[in-house]
């Protein structure tokens, strides 16, 4: 039975809640023999400034990088809000991460699993079905741009800077993540600029346009303007397919992706780096694309399918174990037929499930379809 390691990064707010789940899904595939895991558990955003005065440190940084993957639950909430310095916010705890191990690439599927159609605030019949991917470019752009300041001017006003920047090289490799990834789905690629406006989305538009040209051809490529995407999402979101585009309409236009799905709390999400030349690995971390929640925080009524579905996700991009990502994803699916739902996807008046009893049912699913196929 192969071993992996682990790195679990429960973080702040809901993220304990559903990385415990998580913990109890990786115990069924243990308990099964399918694979062994090692876990190691460290703190990350308001959780580490807490305790260590920092929300991100050198050692969990070294951990993430030594573990055959992360597992990250959320950070960030109203305690740390307006508090200290802006580096030393929650939030630098995943940006911090992303940017150290490398993981440009971030793959966000919004998948709409056929009992959550009637759970969309869209109508089912637009929904139904829908299974598209938002590749994010995750460590450029307006998030990491330099200057990123604010400061005070002699008339007393405060000024505030960001700066989007995007080189070639760094849009060249994220449309060639999304034009590879169109080839094994629908061979569509829809990348979303405001090249009308941005210097930014000029480059975009031109760099994307040209990779198309020089080496994926066989796909078909179509620009949409970023604010057009978000009507064209809810309008008729069965349209697309892949969709590329910068680190910040990734972020905004994904968690609008994830309401056609049924609630934030669905969607998981890969952050990949490039692969290591000499020793083949690959950095990763996985993580639900929702926040902390804190306003539904501590009540144990938080989705966890979205922190599952990421473990889904990091079986089959870093562990290598494709099946097993299909028996989670299968698990899912069948909780999901059952009727089971945690508020945030239940029908008006139905009874909901609690965090617990959610990720309880998922590994009891993984443990009953390993158990009928033994049967058969
Ligand atoms: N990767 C990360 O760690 C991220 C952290 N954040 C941080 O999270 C904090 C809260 O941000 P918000 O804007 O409120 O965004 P959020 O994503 O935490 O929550 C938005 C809404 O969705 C609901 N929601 C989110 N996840 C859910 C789940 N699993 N189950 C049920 N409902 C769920 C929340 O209750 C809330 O009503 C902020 O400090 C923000 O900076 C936000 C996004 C990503
Ligand atoms: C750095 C995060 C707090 C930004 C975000 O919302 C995300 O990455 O989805
Ligand atoms: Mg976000």
Same mark, same amino acid.
């Given at each position: 039975?192969?071993?992996?390691?682990?790195?679990?990064?429960?973080?702040?707010? +809901?993220?304990?809640?559903?990385?415990?789940?998580?913990?109890?899904?990786?115990?069924?595939?243990?308990?099964?023999?399918?694979?062994?895991?090692?876990?190691?558990?460290?703190?990350?955003?308001?959780?580490? +400034?807490?305790?260590?005065?920092?929300?991100?440190?050198?050692?969990?940084?070294?951990?993430?990088?030594?573990?055959?993957?992360?597992?990250?639950?959320?950070?960030?909430?109203?305690?740390?809000?307006?508090?200290?310095?802006?580096?030393?916010?929650?939030?630098?705890?995943?940006?911090?991460?992303?940017?150290?191990?490398?993981?440009?690439?971030?793959?966000?599927?919004?998948?709409?699993?056929?009992?959550?159609?009637?759970?969309?605030?869209?109508?089912?019949?637009?929904?139904?079905?829908?299974?598209?991917?938002?590749?994010?470019?995750?460590?450029?752009?307006?998030?990491?741009?330099?200057?990123?300041?604010?400061?005070?001017?002699?008339?007393?006003?405060?000024?505030?800077?960001?700066?989007?920047?995007?080189?070639?090289?760094?849009?060249?490799?994220?449309?060639?993540?999304?034009?590879?990834?169109?080839?094994?789905?629908?061979?569509?690629?829809?990348?979303?600029?405001?090249?009308?406006?941005?210097?930014?989305?000029?480059?975009?538009?031109?760099?994307?346009?040209?990779?198309?040209?020089?080496?994926?051809?066989?796909?078909?490529?179509?620009?949409?303007?970023?604010?057009?995407?978000?009507?064209?999402?809810?309008?008729?979101?069965?349209?697309?397919?892949?969709?590329?585009?910068?680190?910040?309409?990734?972020?905004?236009?994904?968690?609008?992706?994830?309401?056609?799905?049924?609630?934030?709390?669905?969607?998981?999400?890969?952050?990949?780096?490039?692969?290591?030349?000499?020793?083949?690995?690959?950095?990763?971390?996985?993580?639900?694309?929702?926040?902390?929640?804190?306003?539904?925080?501590?009540?144990?009524?938080?989705?966890?399918?979205?922190?599952?579905?990421?473990?889904?996700?990091?079986?089959?991009?870093?562990?290598?174990?494709?099946?097993?990502?299909?028996?989670?994803?299968?698990?899912?699916?069948?909780?999901?037929?059952?009727?089971?739902?945690?508020?945030?996807?239940?029908?008006?008046?139905?009874?909901?499930?609690?965090?617990?009893?959610?990720?309880?049912?998922?590994?009891?699913?993984?443990?009953?379809?390993?158990?009928?196929?033994?049967?058969?």
């Amino acid at each position: 039975m192969t071993s992996y390691n682990l790195l679990l990064l429960p973080g702040d707010g +809901i993220g304990p809640e559903i990385m415990a789940e998580a913990a109890k899904v990786l115990a069924a595939l243990s308990d099964l023999g399918l694979a062994h895991f090692e876990t190691e558990e460290d703190l990350v955003g308001g959780a580490a +400034i807490d305790a260590r005065g920092n929300p991100l440190s050198d050692e969990t940084i070294a951990l993430a990088k030594a573990a055959d993957a992360t597992l990250f639950g959320a950070v960030g909430g109203p305690k740390w809000d307006g508090k200290g310095p802006f580096h030393l916010r929650p939030e630098i705890g995943i940006l911090g991460l992303r940017k150290a191990l490398g993981l440009y690439a971030n793959l966000r599927p919004a998948k709409c699993y056929g009992p959550l159609a009637t759970a969309s605030s869209l109508h089912a019949e637009l929904v139904s079905g829908l299974d598209i991917l938002v590749v994010r470019e995750l460590t450029g752009g307006v998030y990491f741009g330099q200057p990123k300041e604010i400061v005070t001017l002699q008339d007393g006003q405060r000024r505030a800077v960001d700066t989007q920047v995007y080189t070639t090289s760094e849009v060249e490799r994220i449309g060639r993540v999304a034009f590879d990834l169109a080839r094994k789905r629908k061979n569509l690629v829809h990348s979303a600029d405001k090249n009308n406006v941005m210097r930014t989305g000029t480059l975009w538009r031109e760099t994307i346009t040209d990779l198309h040209a020089a080496e994926f051809a066989d796909v078909t490529l179509e620009h949409i303007l970023a604010d057009n995407l978000g009507m064209q999402l809810v309008r008729k979101p069965g349209q697309f397919d892949v969709l590329v585009m910068d680190n910040l309409f990734g972020d905004l236009l994904s968690d609008v992706a994830a309401m056609l799905t049924g609630s934030l709390g669905m969607l998981p999400s890969a952050s990949l780096g490039d692969a290591d030349p000499v020793t083949g690995s690959r950095p990763s971390l996985y993580e639900p694309i929702h926040g902390s929640a804190p306003d539904i925080a501590g009540q144990g009524f938080a989705n966890p399918l979205a922190m599952i579905g990421s473990l889904a996700m990091s079986l089959r991009y870093s562990l290598d174990e494709p099946d097993l990502a299909d028996r989670v994803e299968a698990a899912i699916e069948s909780v999901l037929e059952q009727g089971l739902r945690t508020p945030d996807i239940a029908a008006p008046g139905q009874n909901a499930v609690s965090t617990a009893e959610m990720g309880t049912a998922v590994a009891e699913a993984l443990r009953a379809g390993a158990t009928s196929e033994a049967v058969a």
